[in-house]
């Protein structure tokens, strides 16, 4: 006689993520506030907005984003606690750009086969980002496709939602000649470029991830996989009204991301020299023979998000103590334009 067809010889065993997932409650409980209605583990979460201190005119600002091919190098080195860290603090970054502050974080993660270990690293990194951003991780999804994933990969995906008043929206609409351009630093590549980031490790460089990078003494894995960072406490100068505008340096790099927030009679000024972008951007230009203009559309180069503000502010932001774990730096100007951004080299 035949013997039965399971789920798990088409490659999906439910009973690995039954025993998985009473650690990844604990962990995901564990970012909770007393505005969550229910427990983890049912079909949707619940989050209660009412009366939202603060906020006269709420309005929810989302955003979703995926870690992009950082993950390859994930897969490659073995090293998963950072990935969720990415994926959250990205999403932060994305919305803290129009003025607000997160509320609750989802998921997603299509995998080839569920790992335990695995697993658990990702989400914890994603439960210490929602904790370190006060933000709850509400929720999310696995799954397993063996057919659509080779053996060892995976995909990590966020839905982020956040609340500003709207009387505080962040659009850039008030920015004009004169104003200043601050940058703060990233931690590396952060999510994006690493398209172009791996080949020129990989295929033209011919490193290996577990190869010493000379300039930081760490591998390459380490400097590569190093966490996106949140510009979060950038929040409380906004609540100040010292923010005209804000730029999230991700794909498109400072071109297509500052161009964004600029209106239309103004350009963007942006001086290269007045920061020294981190060795990593530097041994990547020089082994991929990357052109500057090029570089700086792709990658962050050591400046993760971009403020604008007023001339008479601009001590103020820069001494700001929120600011400081970021070295704030002046790098460039509003002037009369066409809303494009020039990059001085």
Not at 33 to 38: A, E, K, S
Not at 83 to 100: F, P, Q, R
Request: proline letters at 3%; aromatic letters at 8%.
């Amino acid at each position: 006689m035949t013997k039965p067809l399971r789920y798990s010889d088409a490659g999906v065993d439910i009973s690995v993520w039954n025993k998985t997932k009473g650690r990844i409650g604990d962990l995901v409980s564990a970012t909770f506030n007393d505005r969550v209605i229910g427990s983890f583990g049912q079909f949707g979460g619940m989050y209660d907005i009412a009366n939202l201190q603060g906020i006269n005119h709420p309005v929810l600002v989302s955003s979703t984003d995926s870690v992009g091919t950082k993950v390859m190098i994930a897969f490659d080195s073995g090293i998963h606690n950072t990935i969720g860290e990415d994926i959250v603090n990205h999403c932060v970054d994305d919305i803290l750009v129009l003025g607000a502050k997160p509320l609750f974080f989802l998921d997603y993660i299509g995998i080839y086969k569920l790992e335990p270990q695995i697993a658990e690293q990702i989400i914890t990194g994603l439960s210490i980002a929602c904790k370190t951003n006060g933000c709850v991780l509400i929720g999310g999804e696995t799954a397993e496709m063996p057919d659509l994933y080779k053996k060892g990969e995976y995909d990590l995906v966020g839905c982020i939602v956040g609340v500003v008043d709207k009387n505080d929206v962040i659009d850039g609409s008030s920015i004009g000649p004169g104003d200043v351009l601050i940058g703060l630093h990233s931690n590396g590549l952060h999510t994006n470029g690493y398209s172009l980031a791996r080949k020129i490790v990989r295929d033209i460089a011919g490193k290996n991830y577990s190869d010493i990078f000379e300039e930081t003494q760490k591998t390459f894995a380490q400097e590569l996989l190093r966490p996106h960072r949140s510009y979060m406490p950038v929040h409380s100068l906004i609540q100040k009204k010292l923010i005209k505008g804000c730029a999230h340096i991700t794909g498109g790099g400072f071109q297509d991301n500052v161009n964004r927030i600029l209106p239309q009679d103004c350009n963007a000024l942006i001086t290269t020299q007045a920061w020294k972008p981190d060795p990593i951007f530097n041994w990547l230009q020089r082994n991929g023979n990357v052109e500057n203009d090029e570089m700086y559309h792709t990658f962050n180069m050591g400046i993760g998000f971009v403020l604008v503000v007023d001339e008479s502010n601009v001590d103020t932001v820069m001494k700001a103590q929120e600011l400081s774990v970021f070295e704030p730096v002046v790098i460039g100007t509003v002037a009369r334009g066409a809303s494009q951004v020039i990059m001085e080299y």
